[in-house]
């Protein structure tokens, strides 16, 4: 089973709110990450967790907050979101991350990603 | 700066048709993995192909590592081929790096 999924399916939420988005797998990966992706664009990296330790934030903003509870899941908490933070919301797992002196990549697998809207 | 570049970006096919998608990437790398983006955003793992050859169905992918770039097949298409094309990198480190994408439309 490579499943990832995703929850909401779709947001809409308003500038002032507070909502969280979440990420689950099953497969063992203790490597996981939120990918942003605008209409028209590919997927740009904002957040990559190894082992639920915070490993790379793409110097996103605060109103972006990630979390991992634990090995299997991963949330986005949002806050006082922009009209312009409108986009697609991709979570991502690996077996490991990789990189380092070790030369080795894992195949990343992708969850169905939530579409959000801020009005 | 590291650079992953796609072509075409845009490619209108009549069904049964065969078709080659072009990834460039500017460094040597760890990873490469081609995926298909449906209608509704999910991506969809096609090849983890970091160098050789592989195929899978009517899909077929070569990655020549040492000359930079990698190349996705699509033989005798079908309208649910359409949806557009990445190819992602890493090199060396945690991230993966999206090429620019192509779009593809398979026309009954």
């Known amino acids: 089973d490579t499943e990832v999924t995703q929850t909401p399916k779709h947001l809409v939420m308003g500038m002032t709110n507070k909502k969280s988005l979440k990420c689950e797998q099953h497969?063992?990966?203790?490597?996981m990450y939120w990918y942003k992706q605008k209409a028209k664009k590919p997927p740009e990296l904002m957040f990559v967790?190894?082992?639920?330790?915070?490993?790379i934030n793409e110097s996103v903003p605060s109103r972006f907050s990630p979390e991992c509870p634990n090995s299997s899941l991963l949330n986005l908490h949002l806050h006082a979101l922009q009209p312009e933070d409108s986009a697609l919301y991709l979570c991502?797992?690996?077996?490991?991350?990789?990189?380092?002196?070790?030369?080795?990549?894992?195949?990343?697998?992708f969850g169905p990603g939530t579409r959000l809207t801020v009005t | 700066g590291i650079q992953v570049e796609q072509s075409p970006p845009d490619l209108i096919l009549q069904e049964g048709a065969n078709s080659t998608l072009r990834c460039n990437f500017s460094d040597s790398v760890n990873n490469l993995q081609w995926f298909h983006q449906n209608p509704w955003g999910q991506l969809i793992n096609l090849f983890y192909?970091?160098?050789g050859t592989k195929q899978n169905g009517r899909l077929s992918a070569t990655t020549v590592a040492t000359e930079r770039y990698s190349l996705l097949y699509i033989s005798s298409s079908q309208t649910t081929d359409s949806g557009v094309y990445f190819c992602a990198v890493n090199f060396g480190n945690e991230k993966l790096t999206f090429g620019t994408g192509t779009r593809l439309t398979i026309i009954p």
């Open positions: 967790y190894s082992y639920e330790k915070l490993s």
């Open positions: 991502a797992s690996s077996l490991r991350t990789g990189g380092g002196t070790s030369g080795l990549s894992y195949e990343q697998y």
């Open positions: 497969m063992g990966h203790r490597a």
């Open positions: 192909i970091p160098s």
